[in-house]
């Protein structure tokens, strides 16, 4: 699988605060998942961008596909504490079988 | 429900034993997936099955391995021959991936 760069590692705000996360890579990638992970569970499918470009929201979540397909974007507005955890980003090889998650953004929300 | 069953919750191993880590799917899904997870980290990929009979090596292959006789089944063996087993596994199927609950391994 290509490699994939998240930043920032962690993220601290208060609730209320916007916050994002980037999912960068060197090459163009197929297609970009997101996923998210409580404190001590397992990660949950958020969403998957296919296109170039592409824009998706659900309720306070957008997330967005570079046009050269070799980043993305998920921004939370106005964070609640239920947004708590581990925001991974991962991309399919060209076999489309293996992926490549990135390290992860950790949010914390202070309430 | 469909959905991954891995089991147990948590695990002990003692130095240098195998152990299995068990995952069954009931969701008809081909491809399965094993990681492993370390404090603060992402995801690393151990092993991936394409289909009954058939894996390839992940990024972190060395000291594990795997089978897949039936479809359902995708079991992991961490061998003694992984010096540092100590961490969070996950197995997950098809893409979008579904995950199942983990598995904890710790070192006695």
């Known amino acids: 699988g290509q490699q994939v760069m998240q930043i920032p590692q962690y993220q601290h705000v208060q609730e209320g605060e916007d916050f994002t996360t980037y999912c960068n890579s060197s090459?163009?990638?197929?297609?970009i998942q997101w996923y998210k992970q409580r404190p001590g569970g397992h990660p949950v499918f958020l969403i998957q961008l296919v296109k170039s470009g592409e824009v998706k929201k659900q309720k306070r979540l957008t997330f967005q596909f570079g046009e050269a397909k070799k980043n993305s974007s998920l921004h939370i507005t106005a964070t609640q504490t239920t947004d708590v955890g581990t925001y991974f980003c991962?991309?399919?090889?060209?076999?489309?079988?293996?992926?490549?998650f990135g390290k992860g953004t950790l949010l914390t929300v202070n309430p | 429900d469909g959905g991954i069953t891995q089991s147990p919750k948590y695990l002990f191993r003692k130095e240098g034993q195998n152990v299995t880590l068990s995952c069954e799917q009931n969701?008809?899904?081909?491809?399965m997936y094993w990681y492993r997870q370390d404090p603060g980290q992402g995801l690393r990929l151990i092993y991936y099955s394409q289909i009954v009979n058939d894996f390839q090596k992940g990024d972190i292959a060395e000291g594990y391995s795997v089978s897949r006789e039936k479809k359902e089944s995708f079991p992991l063996t961490v061998t003694s021959a992984q010096k540092n087993p100590t961490a969070f596994y996950l197995c997950?199927?098809?893409?979008?991936?579904?995950f199942g609950d983990g598995t904890r391994l710790s070192i006695l």
């Open positions: 090459t163009t990638l197929s297609n």
């Open positions: 991962t991309n399919s090889g060209g076999s489309n079988y293996k992926l490549t």
């Open positions: 969701l008809n899904h081909d491809a």
């Open positions: 997950a199927s098809t893409q979008p991936q579904h």
